[in-house]
């Protein structure tokens, strides 16, 4: 049985992290209690700060009424051209109200700066089908140029996304360059504010390419007591950004990375991508501050050490319903800076790593199809982990969970080959005190 959320988790952890380009050494520990929305990271006194509470983004409001704020502001919705302009012209603080029924072909773009807006439904009896994925995913949620216009608290509530081959959402931005140097954008260049407050309440995401996709910028983002069910070669949810938790939450069968932890970009600093086209050198285009900050600090948007990125707390998940055939897949990876062959200037290179990341009190189930063979958690890491590298992934506490496996191929740690340089030593000094169940 999933173990109960009340629950106190006190660990203690010595790691490397860095801040302005230098190195220092943090003890820290998470707490996490009660109805696991705090987290409480702290470091010793040579940190030179006082102790920080982080939260789990959770809004105070009444998702089981039909006027969410309590105000009156409600637009009641029975089409996708109602749905969009509902979207586009509500004021602050509106639920909009899906009726009972399949809306498809559903693309819209939140406008910028739209901000404390709520989208309901009634679960199954509401199904929205995107118009497919990436920029035609059923709604898109911009980056923007200033805080301003960023667009927040955002709630979407009970109801279903489908859609074979197709995509929830998307939060866009980025750019790339091509090997002849020529730059791709995917907004305007200045595009480096994220959205932030958004917030998943008993959503059900089925047989979709992929559920969600938080772009670097994102923040503050949380699936609570979501199920999602077949993700078609894809993720239930790429988790670039930071401060991104799912919690209390159903995953069954990924057929790729199921949660891919990815890692951030500091806002208000412009991301450049590098294309798979571009050559291989030293002098190839885009930001490699990850391990050439320069003067750039937690003054400029990057996490201080006792921060965190990624909390995974109070799950079920669970192997594929059928035998599929299609191999290996895990339910959770860590993926940083490892494709490419290993050369410096690669994409994943581009952005911070995941740190201080969270997983406890889940439960891993991989019974399913036989011929599916699904661990538990991958590590694949282009600096490690837990060193004192600038471009490791610093600070993972994996604890509490219980994993029930099939058979013995398969297991709940498992380091990966291409590009990796994470060492079962490394992962030893993160907290690992778990329950494997055969």
Known sequence: MKKSVKFILALTMLNSMVLAGSLAKRHWAPIIMGDITTFVPYVTSDAGSDEVVNKV??????F?????????????????????????????????????????????????????????GSGEQTVIIPAGRDDNSAFLLPNVASKSEQVHDINFVDFTVSGEGKQCIKSSGGRWVDKNGVVHDHGEENEKY?????????????????GLYSHLYAHDWTVDSCSFTHSSYSHFWYMMGWHLAVINSTLVDPTHDGLAIRGYYPEGEVHTYISDEM???????????????????????FLPADDWTHIIVNNTFKGSSSDRGDGSQPFMV?????????????AEQTYLPPQNVV?????????GGDNVTTHGIQFDAWQGVNNESLASINGITITDNNFIRKDSEEQFIIIGDSGNRATQEEIDRSHIQNNTIQ
């Open 57 to 62: 983004y959770v809004p105070n409001l009444k």
């Open 279 to 301: 050559p291989r050198t030293e002098e190839c285009y885009g930001n490699r501050y990850v391990l050439d900050r320069g003067s750039r600090s937690v003054a400029n948007g």
């Open 359 to 367: 997983i406890s009190g889940n439960e891993l189930d991989t019974h």
């Open 64 to 120: 089981h009424m039909n006027d969410v704020y309590g105000n009156g502001k409600i637009i009641h919705v029975g089409s996708v051209p109602e749905l969009e302009n509902a979207i586009q012209e509500a004021e602050p603080y509106t639920t909009i109200l899906l009726q009972n029924g399949t809306y498809d072909n559903v693309n819209i773009l939140f406008p910028k700066g739209t901000h404390h807006l709520t989208i309901k």
């Open 194 to 210: 994220g959205p932030y407050n958004i917030y998943f309440y008993k959503m059900n995401f089925v047989d979709l390419f992929m």
């Open 334 to 346: 860590f993926a940083y800076g490892i494709y490419g062959n290993d050369q410096p200037c690669d």
